[in-house]
Each structure stands twice: as structure tokens, then as C-alpha cells.
């Protein structure tokens, strides 16, 4: 039987941020040469608003940027809570200045990964999105989400299979994790909405033995959690749901919800009514617990953080998001945030709300 509560010897999280790390290089491209973010805003400052209009951007893709050229120190709020330069790029970044390395930064504004990325910055849509309801995507169908009326690779059995398995690599260090610091006191049942592979269901089925749980995603992808659940000896705890969380009665019983990792993939708008749907679900006293990355609460990092979500803009419809902007979720389905939030590993860490 594997063991779901195996800590990792070393820490995966460089691997990550080394995998990541070309939206670096992507973004600053975007900025320079194709919006001429540092030129414009040399002639003066924008507020957030006047941001959108000036470089045609809409509100999830303008975050994306500005979070990251904050990280980079390229960035600031001014006192009225402008965008402006800081020293550093108005020096290198404006054309015309004597030290400017704006044109040698834009050779590689040609590289498909940038042009892509400019693509998905300008017309807020992730990458293979149909255009309308009902359209052929222009790309295949998206990759990790699902919602009805979407193509969605989750629904090929051989292509969720994939995913499903490659998505478990990160969640099989971190599990382990959420286990010893996610709080379960008075749970019994406990949603994993979204779960794929189960695997933080299962290390936490681990972690108490007299703790039941749902795994509720795609069918496709419940096949990969039944295996696993066998693997790791807990079919007899794990029952496994399929459903649409976007349409579906929520699963009754469970005092605790958790996402993982699911979040992120979505809106705000969105969110808020996952959010919403969940917490009606719950009992009073019962908990939603947002396992995910988060930014800081100025939108000014971290710049591993940032930059996870360029990399998740460009293939969901959602960010990488901040814990205020959590809580607020949080609060408008009537659930109070409980503390500060309580890292477990590779960026992640776990904030919960409870219904009053």
C-alpha cells in the first residue's frame, strides 16, 4: 500500500520556479515592445482604469502585467495609487534614454511563446478558448478546465488520463504537507471539489482514519482517483462523485470542502459563485478550505507567484490570486476567513472560511 503521508527528501519548489521562469522573460518582451508599457508611462502616470484603456487590456489581464513589473522593480504606485517607474526602468526601459536597452530586450519579440502571450494579453481569452458559445475552439480545447458548453481535453479519456497524472506530480509532494497542517477537528466528511487523482483526499484519509471522503470531478478523470484510492488503501472511505461543480446538486454530507489548486483556473466572477454554491452546502460551523498560491495583497509579488500566474493566464481562465482577494470571496458567501494562511509547500498554502 503508498503511503500519501511520505514527505519528499528535497524541496521541489526550485524546480518550479526554473519551469516558470520564462514568463520572465515573456512578459518583460510584452511590456517593452509590443504595449510600450515604460514609454507611455514615462509621460506620466496611470491609474489602473486609464491603464486598461491606454494599452486596450481588460481588468485579469492587467493584473497579470502590472503584478509582475511590480516583482521586477520596474513598476510602482505612487502616492495616488498610479502606475508608475521606478529609477530602474525609467534609466534603461524609455526609448531615447542614454543607458536604454529597451531594443535589445525587443529581439526576441518575435518568439512564438511572446507572440502568444501578447495574443492571450489582448484579447483576454486562454489559450485554445472558443470564441463563442458553441465555436470551435482555436486551439483543441483548454487543457486543465472544464465547464459545460467548453471543449475540455477532461473530457477525452486518454488525454485526462494524462493530465490527471501529470497535474498529481506537484500534489504528491505537497500533500503530504496539507495533511499535517490542514485543521479536521469534528469533520467526518470532507469535499474534494475538483480533486482529480483524490490525492489530498487520500492523505488526509491517511493522516484519520475515521475521516470519510468525496472526491467530485469528471468522469474521466474519477477513473485515474479510483485507481489511486486503491493504491493507496482507502476505496473503502473515498466515494467518488462525477459531476459539473458549475451546474450540479453539491454532494450532501460533508463538513469541510476542500479546493485545491482549483480556484486559480477561474474568474473572479466565477469563483465567487463556486464559492457561493459550496458554502450554501454547508452545514453551520462547516469550513471551505482554499488550498492554492497567493500573491500579496499589493499585487506586488512574489515574483515566483507572478509569474505562476502569467503561466496560468495563458492556459485557464483565471490568476494566481491574493489572500484579500480570497477573503473577499469568502465573505461575499457569508463565510468569515479564519487566520492567516498556513503554507504547506511549493508556493501553496491553505485559507480557511467558516460558516457562521
Given at each position: 500500500m503508498l503511503n500519501a503521508l511520505a514527505l519528499p527528501r528535497q524541496d521541489p519548489t526550485a524546480i518550479f520556479e526554473a519551469a516558470r521562469a520564462h514568463f520572465a522573460s515573456d512578459l518583460l518582451i510584452a511590456a517593452?515592445?509590443?504595449l510600450k508599457v515604460f514609454d507611455v508611462l514615462a509621460v506620466r502616470p496611470l491609474s489602473i482604469d486609464e491603464a486598461g484603456r491606454e494599452f486596450g487590456l481588460a481588468e485579469r489581464p492587467l493584473v497579470v502585467l502590472f503584478t509582475a513589473l511590480r516583482a521586477f522593480g520596474l513598476?510602482?504606485?505612487?502616492?495616488?495609487g498610479r502606475?508608475?517607474?521606478?529609477?530602474?526602468?525609467?534609466?534603461?526601459?524609455?526609448?531615447g534614454a542614454y543607458f536604454a536597452v529597451a531594443d535589445y530586450?525587443?529581439?526576441g519579440a518575435g518568439a512564438p511563446s511572446v507572440v502568444n502571450l501578447v495574443e492571450r494579453l489582448r484579447s483576454d481569452r486562454p489559450a485554445g478558448a472558443a470564441t463563442m458559445a458553441g465555436a470551435k475552439s482555436d486551439g483543441g480545447g483548454l487543457a486543465f478546465i472544464y465547464r459545460k458548453g467548453m471543449e475540455s481535453a477532461m473530457e477525452d479519456e486518454a488525454s485526462a488520463r494524462r493530465l490527471t497524472l501529470a497535474l498529481a506530480g506537484r500534489a504528491k509532494n505537497v500533500a503530504p504537507v496539507l495533511a499535517a497542517r490542514l485543521d479536521l477537528a469534528g469533520v467526518e466528511v470532507l469535499l474534494d471539489v475538483g480533486g482529480g487523482t483524490g490525492i489530498y483526499a487520500i492523505a488526509l484519509l491517511q493522516k484519520h482514519p475515521r475521516l470519510r471522503a468525496q472526491v467530485w470531478d469528471r468522469p474521466e478523470v474519477l477513473k485515474v482517483a479510483a485507481e489511486m484510492a486503491a493504491a493507496y488503501g482507502v476505496q473503502d472511505r473515498l466515494?467518488?462523485?462525477?459531476?459539473?461543480?458549475?451546474a450540479d446538486p453539491v454532494p450532501a454530507g460533508a463538513q469541510a470542502m476542500l479546493l485545491s489548486n482549483i480556484l486559480h483556473d477561474w474568474d473572479v466572477p466565477t469563483c465567487?459563485?463556486?464559492?457561493?454554491?459550496l458554502a450554501a452546502a454547508l452545514?453551520?460551523?462547516?469550513?471551505?478550505?482554499?488550498?492554492?498560491v497567493f500573491l500579496n495583497d499589493a499585487l506586488d509579488g512574489p515574483l515566483p507567484v507572478a509569474l505562476y500566474s502569467a503561466n496560468l493566464f495563458v492556459i485557464t481562465e483565471?490568476?494566481?490570486?491574493?489572500a484579500q482577494e480570497y477573503r473577499a470571496m469568502l465573505a461575499s458567501a457569508g463565510l468569515a476567513a479564519a487566520g492567516a494562511v498556513e503554507p504547506t509547500l511549493v508556493h501553496c498554502g491553505v485559507l480557511s472560511g467558516r460558516k457562521a
Open positions: 517593452v515592445h509590443h513598476v510602482r504606485d505612487d502616492a495616488q502606475l508608475t517607474l521606478t529609477d530602474l526602468a525609467r534609466e534603461h526601459l524609455v526609448a530586450i525587443g529581439l466515494e467518488l462523485i462525477p459531476g459539473d461543480m458549475f465567487r459563485t463556486l464559492i457561493a454554491r452545514p453551520q460551523g462547516g469550513c471551505v478550505h482554499i488550498h492554492d483565471g490568476r494566481a490570486y491574493s
